[in-house]
């Protein structure tokens, strides 16, 4: 990029702080006005919830921060080149984003964004967009040198499995009958289904058992919808209500760079706090460790509401009487009599005695999934404990800060 356009997209910093939600919301309704073909890569009720906005408005405003030295951002943008691929977004779809992204500044700033203002960013724009072709096409290479394709293949339903009153798990061989290539424990398919009115729709969904040549598993919550304009989501619904084993749907191959990484001395124990359905990815992770390094010390602290959401507890508990490494936790926000008294180790919310308690010495990689508030409550709760960022890997399930998610 030319010096000049370091200086210019610096200065739209304050603006773009200013008006960035507004940028957002404007910027994705222009884009599905004008591009209605992309609506398949976007789900619904992060639009509607406004998550979607605040994320691109985020992203936009570390693009502009960063402008001279984007590798500030590389972690960030790590999450997002996979999540593109897992969805199929390929090279031609960038100029779409591009050209709504600058219509809307035009739209928005108005005199604030002269033409200087926007050939800078159109600029930068495409300096953004060829580190991600570029990047995105290696995964996608990578894709199918390691699992044999890419994009998106059929598997046919096993079996299902009821893991809680909200959460069912789904086994899915492929329908060719070829062994699948073992995955990286936390990793995520999307699963691409068709909807009643005819439409598809793609979702992510994380691999909750240690691979297996045979089957992928996937555990799904059910989002029913607690309020008239919040509808449930339509494809756990459609996944939990309509779809039978034997049934076929369309896989894309692993992906994700949430994934178990064994520290080399195994004197330093692994600990996954898993709030909710965020338990799946954590889950894949505790069976691999389990399995290849029984001298670590392993803890999972499962929260959940109660006993009536609270999955894999069968499972876990079998985990719990085999590997004498490994201790497990349930604390429940929520008290429902005796019948919860059995599963309940403790009640209330995640919180700094209970991390003292069960990890005495902080010196620990730390695993974390599940809401946003439970990580953030999380994330401060360890740096007071004085854990270094480096040992912490987090993720929730929501939209990414992305250009194009």
């Not at 010096?3 to 200065?11: C, G, H, K, N």
């Not at 979702?203 to 509808?231: M, Q, T």
């Not at 460790?289 to 670590?296: F, T, W, Y």
Request: glycine share 6%; proline share 6%; hydrophobic share 40%.
């Amino acid at each position: 990029m030319k010096p000049e356009t370091f200086d210019i997209i610096r200065q739209t910093v304050p603006l773009l702080e200013q008006h960035g939600e507004q940028l957002a919301d404007c910027f994705y309704k222009n884009m599905f006005r004008n591009n209605p073909e992309v609506n398949v890569f976007f789900n619904p009720a992060h639009q509607q919830s406004g998550a979607q906005q605040h994320a691109l408005a985020t992203t936009i405003c570390a693009y502009a921060r960063h402008i001279d030295n984007p590798s500030e951002l590389r972690q960030a943008f790590e999450v997002v080149f996979h999540k593109h691929v897992c969805l199929g977004i390929k090279p031609e779809h960038y100029p779409i984003v591009g050209n709504n992204l600058l219509l809307t500044l035009r739209e928005v700033l108005g005199e604030a964004a002269p033409a200087k203002v926007i050939e800078s960013w159109t600029e930068a724009y495409g300096v953004l967009a060829g580190i991600f072709i570029d990047k995105e096409d290696d995964l996608y290479q990578q894709q199918q040198s390691k699992h044999g394709w890419n994009g998106f293949k059929a598997f046919t339903l096993i079996r299902r499995h009821s893991e809680s009153s909200n959460i069912t798990s789904f086994y899915l061989r492929p329908t060719d009958n070829k062994p699948l290539k073992a995955y990286l424990p936390g990793q995520y398919i999307t699963l691409k289904v068709q909807l009643a009115d005819g439409s598809q729709a793609m979702r992510n969904y994380s691999l909750s058992s240690a691979p297996r040549e045979d089957y992928f598993r996937i555990s799904v919550k059910k989002h029913a919808g607690e309020l008239p304009d919040h509808p449930g989501g339509v494809v756990s619904n459609r996944l939990h209500d309509n779809v039978q084993v034997g049934e076929q749907l369309l896989l894309s191959p692993p992906i994700g760079n949430f994934i178990l990484r064994l520290p080399e001395a195994v004197n330093r124990p692994l600990v996954f706090i898993a709030g909710g359905v965020g338990i799946t990815p954590l889950l894949a992770m505790l069976h691999s460790g389990l399995a290849h390094e029984p001298e670590r010390s392993f803890t999972l602290i499962q929260l959940a509401r109660n006993n009536n959401v609270l999955p894999f507890y069968e499972e876990l508990s079998v985990l719990a009487h085999t590997y004498p490494n490994f201790q497990w936790h349930i604390r429940l926000s929520q008290s429902t009599g005796f019948q919860s008294q059995y599963l309940l180790d403790s009640e209330g919310y995640i919180d700094k005695a209970l991390l003292e308690r069960l990890v005495p010495e902080p010196e620990a990689n730390y695993y974390l999934c599940g809401p946003a508030a439970m990580i953030q409550t999380t994330m401060t709760i360890l740096k007071e404990r004085g854990v270094d960022s480096s040992s912490i890997a987090a993720e929730f399930f929501g939209p990414s800060q992305s250009l194009t998610d």
